[in-house]
C-alpha cells in the first residue's frame, strides 16, 4: 500500500509511474489527495475543539473548588456544544479515514525507475538468456503424454478424486517431487535462509498484508465458515511472520525459506498452454524470502535472481531472464525478473520463477519497521521469488531429459532421487 503523504508530495511523480503500468485509474490519486485534505483540517479542527474542551473541564473544576460556582456555571454553558461538535467530528473523520483507506488500496505499487512500459507479456525486457534447447529424439513427447507413458503422473485420478488440475504424482514421479523440494531447500540453507514450517491456511488479515486481499480474493480458496485463505503462495504466512513487528537494522537482511503446497483457483484458464502441468489448482513450491534495508533492496533483488538461476543451472536447463514491463508486474510489485526454462516438445517457453521487490509496499500493509542506531521506526523492503515451482520445472526435465529408452535425472538429483533413468 502507497503511503499517503508521499502521493500527496509527488502527485506528477506517482502519475508518471502509474502511467509505466497503464493504471486505468488514474484519477483515484486526486480523489485521495482531496480526502487526505478534508481529513487533515477536520483532525486540526478536532484537535482544536479536544484542546478547548480540555482546557474549559480544568477552569470549570477549578472555579468549582475555588467556591465560584456562578462562574462555572457560566462557563459551562458557553461550552455545553462542545461534546456534540467532537462526537460529529470524529464521525467525520472517521468517514475520510475509511473512504481514503478504500481507494489507497486501489492502487498498485509504483514501478521502479528500470521497469518498462508496456501493457502485454509481448513487450516484457528479455535480460539475459543462458544455454542452448536440448536435442531431443525424433517423434519428442510433451511431458504428459511422457507422464502416461512411464506411469508417473495421473491427471485423470486427480480429476476423479478433486477436479481438474489436481495431479497424482506415483513412483518415481512422487519421489522426483520429493527430490526436487528437498534439493531446493538444501539449496537454500546452505545460501543462508532458515527454513519455515508455516500453515497453509491464512487468515484476512495476512492476505491483506502480503496484497491479495482484496485484490486477488477471486484467485484464492476461501474456507468461509473460518473465514480462512488456502494459500497461493510461502509468500504470504512467511512474510506476515513479521507483521506488526519493529526488527533491529542489525538483524538485517532477514532470510527465511519454505516449502509449502500451492492453492490457486486459476479461474478463466484454459486452453492448450494450460495441458499437464502447465498450469494447476494445488503445486508444490519452495519459496525465498527476504527482509531488507531500503538502502540494499536492488542489490538484494539481484543477488536473488542469480541464486535462482544457479538452480537451473544446476539442473542443466535452458532458460532466459526477463524484466517485466509495468503492464504485466504483479499488482504488489516495484519490479519482477521471470525466469523461464524453454520446452523443446512444446517449443514454448514456461515461466518457473517470479523474483520481485516490493519496496514498502507490503511493509506499509504489514506495519514491518526496522529501528537503526538512532532509534527512528522506518519501513523496511520486502522481497520474495520462487526457487522453486516444482510443475513446470517437472514438465521441463521430463521434455529436455528424455531419451529413446526413457527420462534422464539431471545429475544434481540423483543423490536426492536414488536413481538415474525414468523408464
Not at 478547548?52 to 462562574?71: F, S, T, Y
Not at 461538535?85 to 514501478?111: G, R
Not at 511472520?241 to 509449502?260: C, F, M, Q, S
Not at 519452495?286 to 542469480?306: A, C, F, R, W
Request: proline share 4%; charged share 25%; aromatic share 8%.
Amino acid at each position: 500500500m502507497l503511503q499517503v503523504n508521499y502521493i500527496r508530495e509527488n502527485r506528477e511523480k506517482v502519475l508518471e509511474r502509474l502511467s509505466v503500468r497503464n493504471f486505468k485509474q488514474p484519477e483515484l490519486v486526486d480523489e485521495i489527495i482531496k480526502i487526505d485534505e478534508d481529513r487533515r483540517q477536520t483532525q486540526t479542527s478536532l484537535d482544536s475543539l479536544s484542546a478547548e474542551a480540555n482546557a474549559a473541564a480544568k477552569q470549570i473544576g477549578d472555579l468549582m473548588r475555588a467556591g465560584k460556582k456562578d462562574e462555572a456555571e457560566a462557563i459551562k454553558a458557553q461550552t455545553t456544544s462542545h461534546k456534540e461538535n467532537i462526537k460529529n467530528l470524529t464521525e467525520k473523520l472517521t468517514e475520510l479515514e475509511t473512504a481514503q483507506f478504500n481507494l489507497v488500496v486501489q492502487l498498485p505499487n509504483l514501478p521502479y525507475s528500470l521497469v518498462p512500459k508496456g501493457s502485454t507479456a509481448e513487450e516484457n525486457e528479455v535480460v539475459y538468456l543462458h544455454g542452448a534447447p536440448a536435442e531431443l529424439p525424433t517423434k519428442a513427447l510433451p511431458h504428459w503424454e511422457l507422464a502416461a507413458k512411464y506411469d508417473i503422473i495421473d491427471f485423470e485420478l486427480g480429476v476423479k478424486i478433486t477436479g481438474a488440475g489436481f495431479p497424482v504424482y506415483k513412483g518415481k514421479g512422487a519421489r522426483l517431487q520429493r527430490a526436487l523440494i528437498n534439493f531446493f531447500l538444501d539449496h537454500a540453507t546452505a545460501a543462508g535462509y532458515k527454513e519455515m514450517q508455516v500453515p497453509h491456511l491464512v487468515n484476512a488479515a495476512s492476505g491483506f498484508g502480503t496484497g491479495q486481499l482484496p485484490d486477488k480474493e477471486g484467485q484464492m480458496y476461501h474456507s468461509t465458515v473460518d473465514d480462512l485463505y488456502l494459500i497461493p503462495t510461502a509468500e504470504v504466512p512467511v512474510t506476515n511472520l513479521y507483521r506488526d513487528v519493529i526488527v533491529k537494522e542489525e538483524h538485517l537482511p532477514i532470510k527465511n525459506t519454505a516449502y509449502t503446497p500451492c492453492f490457486r483457483r486459476e479461474a478463466g484458464s484454459y486452453g492448450a498452454h494450460v495441458r499437464g502441468l502447465n498450469r494447476l489448482h494445488q503445486f508444490d513450491k519452495v519459496e525465498v524470502v527476504q527482509i531488507t534495508h531500503p538502502d540494499k533492496s536492488y542489490e538484494t533483488l539481484e543477488d536473488m535472481s542469480k541464486y535462482v538461476q544457479s538452480l537451473l543451472q544446476e539442473l542443466g536447463l535452458h532458460y532466459r531472464v526477463l524484466r517485466l514491463c509495468g503492464g504485466d508486474m504483479g499488482f504488489t510489485s516495484a519490479m519482477t525478473y521471470d525466469m523461464e526454462v524453454w520446452s523443446a516438445a512444446q517449443e514454448r517457453w514456461l515461466e518457473v520463477s517470479s523474483v520481485s521487490n516490493f519496496e514498502t509496499y507490503q511493509a506499509n500493509r504489514l506495519k514491518l519497521r526496522f529501528k537503526g542506531k538512532e532509534g527512528k521506526a522506518q519501513l523496511a523492503h520486502t522481497l520474495n521469488g520462487s526457487a522453486l515451482a516444482l510443475p513446470r520445472i517437472v514438465a521441463s526435465i521430463l521434455e529436455n531429459y528424455q531419451t529413446e529408452n526413457g527420462i534422464k535425472i539431471p545429475e544434481a538429483l540423483v543423490k536426492y532421487t536414488g536413481f538415474d533413468m525414468i523408464d
